[in-house]
Nanobody
Protein backbone atom coordinates (compact mmCIF):
# COMPACT_ATOMS: atom_id res chain seq x y z
CA UNK A 1 0.00 0.00 0.00
CA UNK A 2 0.91 3.62 -0.41
CA UNK A 3 -0.07 6.62 1.66
CA UNK A 4 -1.69 9.45 -0.22
CA UNK A 5 -2.15 13.14 0.58
CA UNK A 6 -4.26 15.46 -1.55
CA UNK A 7 -4.00 19.24 -1.76
CA UNK A 8 -5.21 22.08 -3.95
CA UNK A 9 -8.90 22.18 -3.16
CA UNK A 10 -10.74 25.38 -2.43
CA UNK A 11 -13.53 27.74 -3.41
CA UNK A 12 -13.77 28.89 -7.01
CA UNK A 13 -16.40 30.58 -9.15
CA UNK A 14 -18.13 28.74 -11.95
CA UNK A 15 -15.97 28.77 -15.05
CA UNK A 16 -12.77 28.87 -13.02
CA UNK A 17 -9.96 26.37 -12.64
CA UNK A 18 -8.22 24.43 -9.90
CA UNK A 19 -5.38 21.93 -9.89
CA UNK A 20 -5.41 19.15 -7.36
CA UNK A 21 -2.25 17.33 -6.37
CA UNK A 22 -1.77 14.01 -4.65
CA UNK A 23 1.60 13.02 -3.24
CA UNK A 24 2.28 9.36 -2.55
CA UNK A 25 4.73 7.78 -0.17
CA UNK A 26 6.83 4.80 -1.08
CA UNK A 27 9.21 3.79 -3.83
CA UNK A 28 6.71 1.89 -5.95
CA UNK A 29 4.45 4.79 -6.95
CA UNK A 30 5.35 4.37 -10.61
CA UNK A 31 3.85 0.88 -10.64
CA UNK A 32 0.40 1.97 -9.47
CA UNK A 33 -2.63 2.92 -11.46
CA UNK A 34 -3.89 6.19 -9.96
CA UNK A 35 -7.38 7.59 -9.84
CA UNK A 36 -9.42 10.54 -8.70
CA UNK A 37 -12.88 10.06 -7.26
CA UNK A 38 -15.35 12.53 -5.78
CA UNK A 39 -18.26 12.49 -3.40
CA UNK A 40 -20.89 15.21 -3.32
CA UNK A 41 -23.16 15.69 -0.28
CA UNK A 42 -25.84 13.04 -0.17
CA UNK A 43 -24.39 11.14 -3.12
CA UNK A 44 -22.24 8.08 -3.58
CA UNK A 45 -18.58 8.39 -4.38
CA UNK A 46 -17.98 8.37 -8.13
CA UNK A 47 -15.04 7.88 -10.45
CA UNK A 48 -13.64 11.02 -12.07
CA UNK A 49 -10.41 10.11 -13.85
CA UNK A 50 -7.68 7.50 -13.91
CA UNK A 51 -4.17 7.08 -15.27
CA UNK A 52 -2.06 3.98 -15.69
CA UNK A 53 1.47 3.65 -14.34
CA UNK A 54 3.19 4.86 -17.51
CA UNK A 55 1.00 7.94 -17.83
CA UNK A 56 0.02 7.28 -21.43
CA UNK A 57 -3.34 5.68 -20.79
CA UNK A 58 -6.07 7.73 -19.19
CA UNK A 59 -9.81 7.54 -18.80
CA UNK A 60 -12.47 9.99 -17.66
CA UNK A 61 -16.05 10.08 -16.52
CA UNK A 62 -18.30 11.52 -19.20
CA UNK A 63 -19.27 14.38 -16.91
CA UNK A 64 -15.71 15.75 -16.81
CA UNK A 65 -14.37 14.76 -20.22
CA UNK A 66 -12.81 17.67 -22.10
CA UNK A 67 -12.73 19.77 -18.91
CA UNK A 68 -10.49 17.78 -16.56
CA UNK A 69 -7.02 16.39 -17.24
CA UNK A 70 -5.23 13.80 -15.15
CA UNK A 71 -1.45 13.53 -15.26
CA UNK A 72 1.39 12.14 -13.19
CA UNK A 73 5.02 12.81 -12.44
CA UNK A 74 6.57 9.56 -11.28
CA UNK A 75 9.82 11.30 -10.33
CA UNK A 76 7.84 13.35 -7.80
CA UNK A 77 5.45 10.58 -6.73
CA UNK A 78 2.62 12.91 -7.64
CA UNK A 79 -0.61 12.71 -9.60
CA UNK A 80 -2.51 15.80 -10.67
CA UNK A 81 -6.03 16.68 -11.66
CA UNK A 82 -6.34 19.88 -13.68
CA UNK A 83 -9.95 21.05 -13.55
CA UNK A 84 -11.11 23.72 -15.99
CA UNK A 85 -14.52 25.22 -16.74
CA UNK A 86 -15.72 24.22 -13.32
CA UNK A 87 -19.44 23.95 -12.66
CA UNK A 88 -21.41 24.06 -9.41
CA UNK A 89 -22.15 20.37 -9.89
CA UNK A 90 -18.43 19.66 -9.58
CA UNK A 91 -18.66 20.59 -5.90
CA UNK A 92 -17.52 17.59 -3.88
CA UNK A 93 -14.77 16.12 -1.77
CA UNK A 94 -12.14 14.83 -4.16
CA UNK A 95 -10.16 11.71 -3.29
CA UNK A 96 -6.95 10.36 -4.70
CA UNK A 97 -6.64 6.58 -4.88
CA UNK A 98 -4.04 4.00 -5.88
CA UNK A 99 -4.53 0.59 -7.44
CA UNK A 100 -1.92 -2.14 -7.83
CA UNK A 101 -3.77 -3.42 -10.89
CA UNK A 102 -2.80 -2.52 -14.43
CA UNK A 103 -6.48 -2.35 -15.30
CA UNK A 104 -8.09 1.06 -15.68
CA UNK A 105 -11.78 0.42 -15.22
CA UNK A 106 -12.82 3.19 -12.88
CA UNK A 107 -14.06 0.70 -10.34
CA UNK A 108 -13.75 1.80 -6.73
CA UNK A 109 -13.10 -1.77 -5.61
CA UNK A 110 -9.86 -1.87 -7.66
CA UNK A 111 -8.32 0.86 -5.50
CA UNK A 112 -6.87 -0.21 -2.17
CA UNK A 113 -5.24 3.00 -0.96
CA UNK A 114 -7.07 6.29 -0.44
CA UNK A 115 -6.25 9.80 0.63
CA UNK A 116 -8.24 11.84 3.12
CA UNK A 117 -9.83 14.00 0.46
CA UNK A 118 -9.83 17.69 -0.41
CA UNK A 119 -12.91 19.89 -0.68
CA UNK A 120 -13.73 21.60 -3.95
CA UNK A 121 -16.56 24.12 -3.90
CA UNK A 122 -17.77 25.83 -7.07
CA UNK A 123 -20.03 28.82 -6.61
CA UNK A 124 -22.53 29.93 -9.22
Amino acid sequence: QVQLQESGGGLVQAGGSLRLSCVASGRTFSTYTMGWFRQAPGKEREFVAGIRYGGRSTTYADSVKDRFTISRDNAKNTVYLQMNSLKPEDTAVYYCAASPLALLRGREADFGSWGQGTQVTVSS
